[in-house]
C-alpha cells in the first residue's frame, strides 16, 4: 500500500478559485514534499514541510502538515490554467537517513479557463 | 528537467529481450534514483544509488538490475522484459547535503512498452 494517498483522485475548477488537496501517510516522517507533475513530463519539486512545521507558503502554494492525524494538505490559490497538472506528496519513510521518497498516487488538476 | 537526461525516450520491444535505460546528469549529485510511473500505483522506487558502484534495492526492485560506474550515469537495465514492465520510467537525482539532498530532481521520463 502506498505511504502517501492523496485525495481526490481528480479535481475540476473554474480559474480563479482555490484548490485543495489532501494526503495521508501511515509511518512517522522527517519531511514532506509536493511535487507538480505536467502532462508527459517529469516531477517538478513545489514545496517541502518539516516534521516540526505546520504551515509553508510559496507564492500561491500553502502546505499544512498535521503529524498527530498524518495528513497533509496542499491549497493553491487564486488557480490559473496553467496550473493544470497532477500533484503529488512524497514522505521519507525511511529512518535511516537514505532518503527514499515514497510518493503518493496523485491528484489531477483540471483548471478551466 | 535540467541537468537531466533520459535515453532512449521511447522504446518499444518485444517480450524476453534485454533492454537498458540510461540516465545522464550533468549537476555532479552523489544520489540517483530509478522509479516507474503505472496509472493507480503512482511513482514507485525501483532501485537508487548513493554513489559510485553503490546502490540498492526499492520497493519494486525484481525483474531489474541497475549500475553506475559513474557519477553521471545511472543504468537500468530489465533482464528480460515483460508487459509488466510496460510504463514510464523517470530517473531523479539528489544532492549531498542540505536542500538539496532532500530534493529530487526529475528527468523527462522513458515511455517503455513491451510486447
Known amino acids: 500500500s502506498q505511504q502517501g494517498e492523496e485525495d481526490p483522485q481528480a479535481l475540476s475548477i473554474q480559474e480563479g478559485e482555490n484548490a485543495t488537496m489532501n494526503c495521508s501517510y501511515k509511518?512517522?516522517?522527517?519531511?514532506l514534499q509536493w511535487y507538480r507533475q505536467n502532462s508527459g513530463r517529469g516531477l517538478v519539486h513545489l514545496i517541502l514541510i518539516r516534521s516540526n512545521e505546520r504551515e509553508k507558503h510559496s507564492g500561491r502554494l500553502r502546505v499544512t502538515l498535521d503529524t498527530s492525524k498524518k495528513s497533509s494538505s496542499l491549497l493553491i490559490t487564486a488557480s490559473r490554467a496553467a496550473d493544470t497538472a497532477s500533484y503529488f506528496c512524497?514522505?521519507?519513510?525511511?529512518?535511516?537517513?537514505?532518503?527514499?521518497?515514497?510518493f503518493g498516487t496523485g491528484t489531477r488538476l483540471k483548471v478551466l479557463a | 528537467d535540467a541537468g537531466i537526461t533520459q535515453s532512449p525516450r521511447h522504446k518499444v520491444t518485444e517480450t524476453g529481450t534485454p533492454v537498458t535505460l540510461r540516465c545522464h546528469q550533468t549537476?555532479?549529485?552523489?544520489?540517483m534514483y530509478w522509479y516507474r510511473q503505472d496509472p493507480g500505483h503512482g511513482l514507485r522506487l525501483i532501485h537508487y544509488s548513493y554513489g559510485v558502484k553503490d546502490t540498492d534495492k526499492g520497493e519494486v526492485s525484481d525483474g531489474y538490475s541497475v549500475s553506475r560506474s559513474k557519477t553521471e550515469d545511472f543504468l537500468l537495465t530489465l533482464e528480460s522484459a515483460t508487459s509488466s514492465q510496460t510504463s514510464v520510467y523517470f530517473c531523479?537525482?539528489?544532492?549531498?547535503?542540505?536542500?538539496?539532498?532532500?530534493?529530487?530532481?526529475f528527468g523527462p521520463g522513458t515511455r517503455l512498452l513491451v510486447l
Open positions: 512524497a514522505t521519507d519513510a525511511d529512518s535511516e537517513g537514505t532518503y527514499k521518497y515514497i
Open positions: 549537476e555532479n549529485h552523489r544520489y
Open positions: 531523479a537525482i539528489s544532492g549531498s547535503s542540505g536542500a538539496l539532498r532532500e530534493t529530487q530532481y
Open positions: 509511518t512517522s516522517i522527517n519531511n
